[in-house]
């Protein structure tokens, strides 16, 4: 974990765990830095064969697979960098992993803050631990169970929580209403399947959640910019193309042979 110097204004490591234990924190200084300089979240799933960070020397020593680092925020200031990497297995963490942990580190980011710049802890800083594990358990339901009929009122009765109150809590956590993250959630699997799967577009609206079709083409188009039918014609076509040429292909060859054996046939029969 890296926290911001307030003097230098440079990320300086004040934690580490190296699980290979050798006890020497291995990391990528370049993508530490580009996440301080953006602002956003680095998600990656082969760091050292990805052509983005083939230029980063960090990435290539360390043969660097999965990555993960975070920004710290405070008051919309970035106070540091959680930083995970895993150089021996590729797609450990994902986008849904990153936005959990971003969650977690903004509602912790005060106490980190002091934790690393001060001898004493403020005791007068309210302790919000409890509300970061039911955020993170909410996440987590939702990640699992986003395609059935979920909703804040829901929710809330799960979690034993008030509805007003969990949508107040979630919100600040995750920077979305709730309807809003389960869209989206609903929205990112129903494209996957739009540009992996040749399912009907009805089918895939009710697969992940939606009560009609009507609903899901809107939010879609909210969301993506496209109508479900124009994103799959965008991209699935893409991964048909290789099948139409072979087709188009063996279509011309049989032809070809049709036609040569028709002129053989007619030499035949005027020979006689």
Same mark, same amino acid.
């Given at each position: 974990?890296?926290?911001?110097?307030?003097?230098?204004?440079?990320?300086?490591?004040? @934690?580490?765990?190296?699980?290979?234990?050798?006890?020497?924190?291995?990391?990528?200084?370049?993508?530490?830095?580009?996440?301080?300089?953006?602002?956003?979240?680095?998600?990656?799933?082969?760091?050292?064969?990805?052509?983005?960070?083939?230029?980063?020397?960090?990435?290539?020593?360390?043969?660097?697979?999965?990555?993960?680092?975070?920004?710290?925020?405070?008051?919309?200031?970035?106070?540091?960098?959680?930083?995970?990497d895993n150089p021996l297995t590729t797609g450990v963490f994902s986008e849904?992993?990153?936005?959990?942990?971003?969650?977690?580190?903004?509602?912790?980011?005060?106490?980190?803050?002091?934790?690393?710049?001060?001898?004493?802890?403020?005791?007068?800083?309210?302790?919000? @631990?409890?509300?970061?594990?039911?955020?993170?358990?909410?996440?987590?339901?939702?990640?699992?169970?986003?395609?059935?009929?979920?909703?804040?009122?829901?929710?809330?009765?799960?979690?034993?929580?008030?509805?007003?109150?969990?949508?107040?809590?979630?919100?600040?956590?995750?920077?979305?209403?709730?309807?809003?993250?389960?869209?989206?959630?609903?929205?990112?699997?129903?494209?996957?399947?739009?540009?992996?799967?040749? @399912?009907?577009?009805?089918?895939?609206?009710?697969?992940?959640?939606?009560?009609?079709?009507?609903?899901?083409?809107?939010?879609?188009?909210?969301?993506?910019?496209?109508?479900?039918?124009?994103?799959?014609?965008?991209?699935?076509?893409?991964?048909?193309?290789?099948?139409?040429?072979?087709?188009c292909g063996f279509l011309v060859r049989t032809i070809h042979m049709q036609?040569?054996?028709?002129?053989?046939?007619?030499?035949?029969?005027?020979?006689?």
């Amino acid at each position: 974990m890296f926290i911001i110097d307030r003097e230098s204004g440079m990320p300086v490591l004040r @934690a580490s765990k190296d699980i290979a234990g050798n006890g020497l924190p291995e990391y990528s200084r370049n993508i530490v830095d580009e996440v301080v300089s953006s602002g956003k979240s680095i998600v990656i799933s082969s760091a050292s064969s990805d052509s983005s960070f083939k230029s980063h020397r960090s990435v290539l020593l360390a043969e660097l697979k999965s990555v993960m680092c975070i920004p710290i925020r405070f008051s919309s200031r970035i106070t540091g960098v959680y930083y995970l990497d895993n150089p021996l297995t590729t797609g450990v963490f994902s986008e849904d992993d990153a936005r959990l942990l971003d969650a977690l580190l903004m509602r912790a980011s005060k106490h980190l803050q002091t934790m690393f710049e001060s001898p004493h802890m403020d005791s007068q800083a309210p302790h919000s @631990a409890p509300q970061e594990v039911k955020i993170a358990q909410i996440i987590q339901y939702i990640a699992e169970n986003y395609s059935s009929d979920i909703s804040r009122e829901s929710l809330a009765e799960e979690f034993g929580l008030n509805p007003d109150y969990l949508g107040k809590i979630f919100k600040a956590a995750t920077g979305k209403k709730i309807g809003e993250y389960i869209n989206e959630r609903r929205i990112k699997n129903a494209a996957e399947k739009l540009s992996s799967t040749d @399912a009907l577009i009805i089918d895939i609206a009710y697969s992940t959640g939606f009560e009609s079709l009507r609903t899901f083409n809107r939010a879609f188009k909210k969301e993506i910019g496209l109508s479900p039918t124009e994103y799959r014609e965008k991209f699935f076509k893409k991964n048909k193309g290789t099948n139409i040429i072979i087709h188009c292909g063996f279509l011309v060859r049989t032809i070809h042979m049709q036609h040569r054996f028709i002129l053989y046939h007619l030499y035949v029969q005027s020979s006689f």
